[in-house]
């Protein structure tokens, strides 16, 4: 029997604003599993907290409550609401990936190694590291042209694609994907299902948000349904 | 990832400190300066540790004591409290020299100079303390390489064309004094004579301040190579978020000689929990 590598349980998301002495709920609630060689794909209207709960498991939000047991490659069980900053930071560089809305990247480096930046911090060599990110811009429609250049210039969509081949690039076990084709075409959204779908056979568990609906369609093997605080979907 | 230091309780009060130093200055007291006697709590009770190549952020305004974490450690002022531990990641049995852990807040003038001329470098936000500008840019590498024992002139030349060239310092520059370089040279110059010895630990403290964006831009791409290529441990000194969002994985926020808030960088930046820190972020972005 298959375990999940991801569960979370009663997950809850509230910010306090101090300045304005404001309470701001988002995820309240959540439960879900994510399972190697699945995508789990969080459904549910704008506000329901969808990006807070990918933020809250890769720790750039602090959970409000509630655990988020992660079960490592060594077979342990760690809980990412709690866990100490170095055991995050870790897994962060080994086992979980995020690819987030917002490229945040050196200014003067060239989009084929802001690429391969995650394998170097694993050690690879250079020249490796460089040849996998050239081949994953390649297939995510760069033109070669730009694979020098710093994608700070880039378009919305050229910069998404860059920053989708940095998450995609180490092959995380676990993937958090916040709106990964939202600025793309139809070609290189085609493109991405592809690619996810390849992780999906080589066993990666992914959990998604994705703006369109049919995306979710094609893709999901599970959906989780969040709710907007104090309301209904 | 293994430790390469642990800083406890480390405190720092410029003044001749009373009973009343602690209870009455701080974040709460909207004050670094004691009320009772007039001294300075420039640091209370900083702890936080530190493993082989990562760099730790320590951030605030001007006044929070961020710089003088990394001025105690490296022996530029004396503490007035607390304990530092460094973990020599190069320590090996067989030379006279070293020992495997150091109890950095207890040491000689001797011991300390050794610390710092073989296992510690400092980069500031002025190259007149990090530099002598009354002999050449490759002279100023030569002579930290002469303290830590290299004495061989011709290997010594070597050395220093070779960090020159890593910094990206025009080599054939190398025999001017640093007074005629730009002041993102004289940083260059600066961070190519602090990695001279190939220190495990590195001290920046504000090394972008005040330089143009383009050649900021280029020294935290330096910095970040650097940790990359020599697995360099570092605390970086800033007030400038920029450079928190782009070099460090941790980071402390200091506000009147206390940390305020300590964290995850991603995390400090997105979900700031102290009100101080909720403002700081939210005049930056």
């Known amino acids: 029997m298959l375990q999940p590598i991801l569960n979370v349980e009663d997950f809850s998301k509230t910010f306090y604003n101090h300045a304005q002495g404001t309470v701001i709920p988002s995820s309240h609630n959540v439960h879900l599993k994510v399972w190697p060689g699945r995508l789990t794909a969080l459904v549910g209207p704008t506000g329901a907290g969808k990006s807070s709960v990918l933020k809250g498991i890769y720790r750039t939000y602090l959970p409000s409550s509630g655990r988020i047991l992660f079960r490592t490659a060594a077979g342990g069980e760690v809980d990412l609401a709690s866990a100490a900053e170095h055991v995050v930071l870790d897994l962060r560089r080994e086992e979980i990936g995020f690819v987030t809305q917002f490229l945040y990247c050196l200014p003067r480096r060239g989009a084929r190694d802001v690429v391969a930046e995650p394998l170097l911090e694993r050690g690879v060599p250079l020249e490796e590291a460089r040849h996998k990110a050239e081949a994953l811009l390649d297939a995510l429609n760069v033109p070669e042209r730009l694979w020098s250049v710093p994608p700070a210039t880039f378009s919305g969509g050229e910069k998404q694609r860059v920053n989708l081949a940095r998450g995609l690039i180490a092959r995380p076990r676990l993937l958090l994907l916040d709106e990964p084709t939202a600025s793309l075409d139809p070609l290189t959204t085609d493109r991405v299902m592809g690619l996810l779908d390849g992780l999906k056979r080589d066993g990666i568990a992914m959990l998604a948000i994705f703006h369109h609906p049919e995306l979710v369609d094609r893709i999901a093997d599970d959906t989780v349904t969040l709710t907007p605080p104090g309301g209904s979907a | ?285």
């Open chain 2, 1 to 285: 990832m293994e430790k390469i230091l642990e800083v406890s309780g480390l405190s720092k009060i410029f003044g001749k400190g009373c009973a009343h130093c602690i209870e009455s200055t701080g974040p709460g007291f909207d004050t670094n300066i004691c009320p009772h006697c007039g001294s300075v709590v420039a640091a209370h009770d900083l702890s936080f540790d530190l493993h082989r190549g990562e760099i730790l952020g320590i951030m605030g305004e001007s006044g929070s004591g961020k710089s003088t974490a990394v001025k105690n450690l490296y022996f530029d002022q004396l503490p007035s409290g607390g304990t530092a531990r460094f973990f020599d990641p190069d320590f090996k049995d067989d030379t006279a020299h070293g020992r495997a852990q150091w109890d950095v807040f207890g040491l000689n003038a001797a011991e300390r100079r050794w610390l710092r001329n073989h296992r510690f470098g400092m980069v500031y936000q002025n190259p007149t303390l990090g530099l002598n500008f009354g002999i050449s840019a490759g002279g100023n590498i030569a002579e930290r390489l002469l303290m830590s024992g290299l004495a061989n002139y011709g290997g010594i030349r070597e050395r220093a064309i070779e960090l020159l060239r890593r910094t990206e310092v025009l080599t054939e520059r190398m025999d001017e004094k640093p007074g005629s370089f730009s002041g993102g040279m004289q940083q260059r110059v600066q961070i190519a004579k602090a990695l001279a010895t190939q220190p495990p630990l590195l001290f920046l403290d504000e090394v972008t301040t005040g330089l143009d964006l383009s050649v900021q831009a280029a020294i935290l791409d330096l910095i970040l190579e650097i940790q990359r290529e020599l697995h360099t441990a570092m605390i970086v000194v800033t007030h400038d978020l920029g450079v928190v969002r782009l070099l460090t994985s941790r980071v402390l926020v200091m506000k009147y000689g206390r940390v305020i808030e300590s964290g995850l960088t991603d995390q400090i930046l997105e979900d700031p929990q102290h009100p101080y820190t909720q403002r700081l972020v939210a005049s930056a972005l």
